[in-house]
């Protein structure tokens, strides 16, 4: 069965572009969440869709959102980006309680 | 704010050894998942555990939810359990999922 997958693997930017993520989830999994790991730190929480709605959002700016397709695959906008933004970006889907992470994107901003 | 504080931050072990991961949380949690995170970035699962006591080869888990804590138990460590420990909780009264900071555990052989 294949796993959570994510397009594209590595992505260089920069500054005050916008860059575009995505997510397939596990087959039968209705939830798709979004994470951002910066270097030596655990993962921040950014995003969470149910059946195509946001169910949660963590502390991040409106420069961040997110959609969830009727297939339940989902993207992460990410728009003006800034040096900060630099970071491993990572996918999780679940079809109940626990969560299924994908490879990650790791994102370069210049 | 709702937090999830792991430690020791830092573990240095012999090969062979025994460790053990703490993971506390300040609020109820409705579940609590463990991960070991590995050079490339790719988080894997090791433990959905709630509640209750988890064993999975070498490795178990028990998460006591009214003391709010879970633990990690490694045995007879081997060098490929090197890397990243993060615990996970998800907070139904904040709708997140929240992360420690992980616990960086290097066995040397």
């Known amino acids: 069965d294949a796993g959570v997958t994510q397009s594209p693997t590595h992505l260089i930017k920069t500054r005050g572009q916008q860059v575009t993520l995505r997510c397939s989830p596990i087959?039968?999994?209705?939830?798709v969440s979004w994470y951002q790991q910066v270097l030596g730190q655990g993962p921040q929480f950014i995003f969470q869709?149910?059946?195509?709605?946001?169910?949660g959002r963590g502390n991040f700016p409106d420069r961040f959102s997110a959609r969830q397709f009727p297939n339940y695959s989902s993207e992460l906008n990410v728009n003006a980006l800034l040096l900060g933004d630099s970071a491993l970006y990572l996918c999780?889907?679940?079809?109940?309680?626990?969560?299924?992470f994908g490879p990650g994107t790791r994102l370069t901003v210049l | 704010g709702i937090q999830v504080e792991q430690s020791p931050p830092d573990l240095i072990l012999q090969e062979g050894a025994n460790s053990t991961l703490r993971c506390n949380f300040s609020?109820?949690?409705?579940?609590l998942q463990w991960f070991h995170q590995n050079p490339w970035g790719q988080l894997i699962n090791l433990f959905y555990?709630?509640?209750g006591t988890k064993q999975n080869g070498r490795l178990s888990a028990t998460t006591v939810a009214t003391e709010r804590y879970s633990l990690l138990y490694i045995s007879s460590s081997q060098t490929t359990d090197s890397g990243v420990y993060f615990c996970?909780?998800?907070?139904?009264?904040?709708?997140?999922?929240?992360f420690g900071s992980g616990t960086r555990l290097s066995i040397r052989p």
């Open positions: 999780a889907s679940s079809g109940g309680n626990e969560q299924f």
């Open positions: 087959s039968g999994h209705k939830s």
């Open positions: 869709y149910y059946e195509k709605e946001e169910r």
């Open positions: 609020d109820s949690v409705n579940n």
């Open positions: 555990i709630p509640s």
């Open positions: 996970a909780g998800m907070y139904s009264s904040a709708s997140k999922i929240i």
